[in-house]
C-alpha cells in the first residue's frame, strides 16, 4: 500500500508543479485540477495511514474549495502560499519515502498557520458580504435560592434588549411573565454591534446572578468540519470564546460529525441550537461527554 502511494504521488506532486505555473491566469480548470489532486492525496494517505500528510492535503483541498466557490481570489500572494504548501506536501512525502517517521519540514507550521488565515478571511468576509452583525451567545446562571428568578430573568432579557436585537431566548418572555418556568439559568443570543465584554459588564452586576458566559457565535451551516475546526481556531486566537450554533437539518450524527463534537467539548467550545431537537441532541451529548 505504502509503495502504490508513494508512487502515486510522485506523478500527483509533477502534475501539481505543472498546474502551479498557470495559477495567475486564474483559470477555472487549472483550479478544478489542483483540487483534484489534492482531494486524491488526501484520500490516498488516509488509506496509507499517513495522517500528517492527508491532514495537510485537506487544508490545501479547503483552501482550493474557498477560490472555486469565489470566497478567495487568486492573488500573487495565495499564489505564493498554494506554492510553498505544494513544496511542503513534496517534503513531507519524501520523508515518508526516507523513512523519517513524524517528519516535518521546517516551514510545515508557517505554512499551516498561513492556510488557515486564508480560510478565516474567507469565512469573514462571507459574513461581511451578507451584512449579517455580530451574534453573541449570553448564558446567564441565576440563584436557585431567589424566588425572584423569573422576574429577574425577565429583567435582564429587557435590558439585553436594550443592547442589541433579541433574537431568541430560552426560557422565552412570555414563559417567564406567565410564571411557567422558573429558570436556574437564561439562554439569550443577541445581534447587533457590540462587544462580548459589553454585555458581560451590563449583566453581571444585577441580583441574584451567580454568572455570566459570553461566547460568540460561528453558525454551522454545513459539515465541513475541518473548515469549521480551523475557522475557529482562528478566531479562539484573537481572545474570541466560542459557541456552535448549529442550523436545523446541519446536524447528521455520523462518525465525522461525533469526532467533530468530541474536539469542539474538548476544547470547552459550547454547542447551541434554536432547534428544539437539534438542541436536546447536543446537550445529551454534552452530557455524555462530560460524564
Known amino acids: ?38 482531494h486524491t492525496l488526501k484520500g490516498s494517505a488516509a488509506c496509507a495511514g499517513l495522517k500528517d500528510v492527508a491532514e495537510f492535503a485537506h487544508k490545501m483541498e479547503t483552501l482550493l474549495d474557498s477560490i472555486r466557490k469565489g470566497e478567495v481570489v487568486i492573488s500573487e500572494s495565495v499564489c505564493n502560499l498554494l506554492l510553498q504548501s505544494g513544496d511542503v506536501l513534496r517534503a513531507l512525502i519524501h520523508g515518508v519515502e526516507e523513512g523519517l517517521e513524524n517528519y516535518v519540514p521546517p516551514e510545515y507550521s508557517t505554512i499551516v498557520n498561513e492556510l488557515e488565515r486564508a480560510f478565516a478571511r474567507s469565512f469573514i468576509s462571507a459574513r461581511e458580504n451578507d451584512n449579517t452583525c455580530e451574534k453573541l451567545l449570553v448564558r446567564v446562571g441565576l440563584d436557585r435560592s431567589s424566588e425572584m428568578r423569573a422576574a429577574r430573568g425577565f429583567v435582564i432579557l429587557k435590558r439585553l434588549e436594550d443592547m442589541g436585537r433579541l433574537k431568541f431566548s430560552r426560557p422565552s418572555e412570555n414563559e417567564l411573565l406567565s410564571g411557567q418556568v422558573v429558570p436556574d439559568a437564561i439562554l439569550v ?3 447587533g454591534d457590540m462587544e462580548d465584554q459589553d454585555l458581560y ?48 437539518g446541519t446536524l447528521k450524527l455520523d462518525g465525522g460529525a461525533l ?6 467539548l474538548r476544547r470547552g467550545w459550547l454547542l447551541h441550537s434554536n432547534d428544539d431537537l437539534t438542541y436536546r441532541v447536543l446537550s445529551r451529548i454534552t452530557l455524555k461527554q462530560v460524564g
Open 1 to 38: 500500500m505504502l509503495r502504490e502511494f508513494l508512487n502515486e504521488a510522485h506523478e500527483q506532486l509533477d502534475m501539481l508543479e505543472q498546474l502551479f505555473l498557470k495559477l495567475e491566469e486564474s483559470d477555472n480548470r487549472t483550479i478544478d485540477a489542483i483540487f483534484r489532486i489534492a
Open 189 to 191: 443570543v443577541v445581534e
Open 201 to 248: 459588564e451590563c449583566i453581571a452586576g444585577y441580583p441574584d446572578v451567580t454568572d455570566v458566559d459570553v461566547r460568540y457565535m460561528v453558525e454551522v451551516r454545513e459539515t465541513d468540519w475541518m473548515r469549521y475546526k480551523e475557522y475557529v481556531s482562528v478566531l479562539e486566537s484573537k481572545g474570541k470564546r466560542i459557541v456552535l450554533d448549529f442550523v436545523p
Open 259 to 264: 469526532r467533530f463534537l468530541s474536539e469542539a
